[in-house]
């Protein structure tokens, strides 16, 4: 199935690695990959997994040992474009989650759920149930917050792999689900999607921003309006830090290509 598919171009932003994709390219990868039972695990990049990868290098190997890397935030999407790659659209990580559903849905691909709250994830159940008549959802886990034990983590590998799942939604948050994900590479033989807050979003227990304002890319500014106490030190550290050292690349590369 690998041979098949075409290689992507890609740009490291602050060094780290994401591909000039789109929805329609990352839907055909994740479903190659998924009908041959593979193991592979795609992230979707915000600003806040590319600063948390510059500041460690441990996290910053894990997206860049990844199987695609989406431009999830439209910061994101502009660097690529800023940095050569014309035309690069957003491939955020719930609507890549919903074309991955429907294209699940119409193949008979088996999917499965991991992460979120026990209500989030019933209320995801049953909007993806009545959105996708027919999906299959063999597997569904809410998983306490806390580092599961070497036991029951090994459960739920077996949980997984027993299902028969060929996509396995991760929704632990970002770095909490790229870690865990790269961990269970290769013990699950399932295509792992890091998805972020598309659980909460998709099942509507969390407002999610209007178009308008995610095509702005002030998306961030509505979910700290939404929850300050938990995401205030996320964006007022990382945003203006990104905001910097992504114009010091930007300009570091013209430099270099009008020499």
Request: charged residues 20%; contains cysteine; aromatic residues 10%.
């Amino acid at each position: 199935m690998e041979a098949a598919l075409p290689l992507l171009d890609e740009r490291l932003i602050l060094g780290m690695r994401v591909h000039a994709t789109t929805y329609a390219d990352a839907v055909s990868r994740i479903a190659a990959w998924a009908l041959a039972r593979e193991s592979r695990y795609v992230c979707e990049a915000p600003v806040h997994m590319v600063m948390e990868s510059y500041d460690c290098a441990q996290y910053r190997d894990v997206i860049n040992g990844a199987d695609l890397v989406t431009p999830g935030g439209m910061p994101i999407v502009w660097m690529m474009r800023s940095l050569g790659v014309v035309g690069q659209p957003r491939v955020y990580g719930p609507t890549m989650m919903l074309r991955v559903c429907e294209y699940a849905a119409r193949t008979g691909l088996k999917v499965g759920l991991y992460g979120g709250t026990l209500s989030s994830l019933a209320a995801l159940l049953r909007v993806l149930e009545k959105k996708y008549p027919g999906i299959n959802v063999v597997y569904s886990c809410a998983p306490p917050f806390r580092r599961l034990t070497p036991v029951e983590d090994e459960r739920v590998r077996q949980d997984i792999e027993e299902s028969g799942a060929q996509i396995l939604f991760v929704g632990l948050g970002c770095p909490k689900q790229e870690r865990w994900m790269a961990e269970h590479k290769p013990g699950i033989r399932a295509v792992m999607l890091g998805v972020g807050a598309a659980f909460d979003f998709i099942s509507e227990t969390k407002p999610q921003a209007p178009p308008w304002m995610q095509n702005m890319g002030m998306e961030w500014l509505f979910r700290l309006c939404s929850e300050p106490r938990r995401l205030w030190f996320r964006y007022l550290w990382h945003n203006p830090r990104f905001a910097a050292l992504a114009m010091t690349q930007v300009a570091q590369v013209s430099r270099q290509s009008s020499r």
